[in-house]
């Protein structure tokens, strides 16, 4: 099940359950394990960007403009409150 390693609370209580089954399945598709390589573009207060597999890159954080870290062929997946996959 891809919900095994989920907060019950996050998942259901906090109605977190559409945003973490797409954020699990980019993960799935994408063969994102925990022993994954992550390599990090941006490490500020408000702006974190990772590139995980170099299959997805992930942005977290308030602020919007990271789009020079991102190659031009990378499609936004999903998002949501101060993130992007």
């Not at 022993?35 to 919007?64: F, H």
Request: aromatic share 12%.
């Amino acid at each position: 099940m891809i919900y095994d390693h989920f907060f019950d609370d996050h998942f259901f209580d906090w109605g977190l359950k559409e945003e973490i089954s797409k954020l699990a399945m980019i993960r799935i598709k994408n063969g994102i394990r925990a022993s994954s390589t992550v390599r990090i573009l941006a490490s500020d207060p408000d702006l974190y960007v990772a590139a995980i597999d170099d299959k997805i890159i992930a942005k977290i954080g308030p602020r919007y403009e990271a789009g020079h870290l991102v190659p031009t062929n990378f499609r936004i997946a999903t998002c949501g409150n101060d993130y992007v996959v």
